[in-house]
Antibody, heavy 120, light 106 residues
Framework: QVTLRESGPALVKPTQTLTLTCTFSGFSLTTSKMCVSWIRQPPGKALEWLARIDWDDDTSYSPSLETRLTISKDTSKNQVVLRLTNVDPLDTATYYC????????????WGPGTLVTVSS | DIQMTQSPTTLSASVGDRVTITCRASQSISSWLAWYQQKAGKPPKLLIQMASNLESGVPSRFSGSGSGTEFTLTISSLQPDDFATYYCQQYFSRYSFGQGTKLEIK
């Protein structure tokens, strides 16, 4: 059974760096074609894709946020970490991690999400 | 960036109705399109990938069609559990989602 779960701070101050961790089970990021992405959703708004990391360490980012995002993985811990620098109240959202493969590219399994509020 | 536009934004329908949601891409995405269902406070659930391939366990009343720039999600006979928000998503070039269609009870 594939599961993912996001963790991180619920409240972050403007200009700080947000660090979120996705801990997963039921698959390995050392397996060929496996990938994990981060997606966010501001309250009452649509989904926005943020970043992806692949089994072979390849990464890709949303063009609009690329300069502020870093995604990395720790395969020994089955974790993927997302860092977002210089946060702003507009970054307030529920952040999800999701699994996909480099074959289908659809997000087939999602974590429950974690709400992050950016406020002073 | 590829922009995805869904219509309508809100759809009011009754149990038993047949409903269709449209998704248009700003450029051709072949069949690299997925549909998701999201209920309040929950993560999205993958329904359809590659425009028309139903995920395992998804009821057969859901179907998807289209290619290129225009796609549709059809629910043949609405059930109470289907009232939710639906998103399309392209994965031809990176990833982007539509703005969502909220399916409400009439």
């Amino acid at each position: 059974q594939v599961t993912l779960r996001e963790s991180g701070p619920a409240l972050v101050k403007p200009t700080q760096t947000l660090t979120l961790t996705c801990t997963f089970s039921g698959f390995s990021l050392t397996t060929s074609k496996m990938c994990v992405s981060w997606i966010r959703q501001p309250p009452g708004k649509a989904l926005e894709w943020l970043a992806r990391i692949d089994w072979d360490d390849d990464t890709s980012y949303s063009p609009s946020l690329e300069t502020r995002l870093t995604i990395s993985k720790d395969t020994s811990k089955n974790q993927v970490v997302l860092r977002l620098t210089n946060v702003d109240p507009l970054d307030t959202a529920t952040y999800y991690c999701a699994r996909l493969t480099a074959v289908s590219h659809a997000f087939d399994t999602w974590g429950p999400g974690t709400l992050v509020t950016v406020s002073s | 960036d590829i922009q995805m536009t869904q219509s309508p934004t809100t759809l009011s329908a009754s149990v038993g109705d047949r409903v269709t949601i449209t998704c248009r891409a700003s450029q051709s995405i072949s069949s690299w399109l997925a549909w998701y269902q999201q209920k309040a406070g929950k993560p999205p659930k993958l329904l359809i990938q590659m425009a028309s391939n139903l995920e395992s366990g998804v009821p057969s009343r859901f179907s998807g069609s289209g290619s290129g720039t225009e796609f549709t999600l059809t629910i043949s006979s609405l059930q109470p559990d289907d009232f939710a928000t639906y998103y399309c998503q392209q994965y031809f070039s990176r990833y982007s989602f539509g703005q969502g269609t909220k399916l409400e009870i009439k």
